[in-house]
């Protein structure tokens, strides 16, 4: 018994010292840990500031850029609908669609065509899909007075009229009725 009683005060001896010399040893490298955490403090934010001063630069370059790419893609969209394949004319008229969200954007499009060309896809559409795309982005592009006057000039009353109706697409009958409504409520005449 006396033999593991001196074991275990020797233990607890032995463990005091490695503990104190633990704590000093912290105690002396406590100044080192707070000049890293520091140091990695610094270089965390300086890295912050170096991302934004990268993605302004980047967002400040893409704003300058992209409104000619916008532009061309208005271009290649309108091209899009001169093509004899449906599958292409839809990707025209869609991508044209999506570019129809403001009055100098939709105005953009008439001056390269697009509202005419939208009009002759849709007189020759042969399938639901696009009949549904031309609809669409006419749809998209009457939300403006201006391009709704052009597009009555083209003739798209009668085209809109003469389009057959879907069984199966009730997207086609919407934008009709939508497109009809748009010029009766500027006062066009609808009945021809």
Request: glycine share 4%; charged share 25%; with cysteine.
């Amino acid at each position: 018994m006396r033999a593991i009683a001196a074991q275990f005060s020797n233990y607890l001896c032995r463990r005091r010292v490695t503990i104190n010399q633990q704590s000093r040893n912290f105690s002396s490298s406590n100044s080192k840990d707070e000049h890293l955490l520091l140091e990695h403090e610094v270089e965390r934010k300086f890295g912050w500031l170096l991302k934004s001063i990268f993605f302004g630069s980047a967002l400040y370059a893409g704003y300058q850029f992209f409104p000619y790419m916008g532009e061309n893609l208005m271009h290649q969209s309108v091209s899009l609908l001169r093509v004899k394949d449906p599958l292409f004319k839809r990707m025209g008229a869609s991508r044209l669609a999506r570019f129809a969200k403001d009055d100098g954007s939709r105005m953009k499009i008439v001056e390269l065509g697009g509202d005419k060309e939208l009009i002759n896809m849709l007189s020759t559409a042969k399938d639901d899909r696009t009949r549904k795309a031309a609809l669409n982005a006419l749809s998209q592009l009457s939300q403006s007075d201006e391009v709704l006057a052009s597009l009555y000039r083209a003739g798209a009353i009668s085209v809109i009229r003469s389009a057959p109706s879907s069984l199966e697409d009730a997207d086609i009958e919407k934008f009709k009725s939508s497109l009809m409504k748009r010029f009766q409520d500027l006062k066009y005449d609808v009945s021809s």
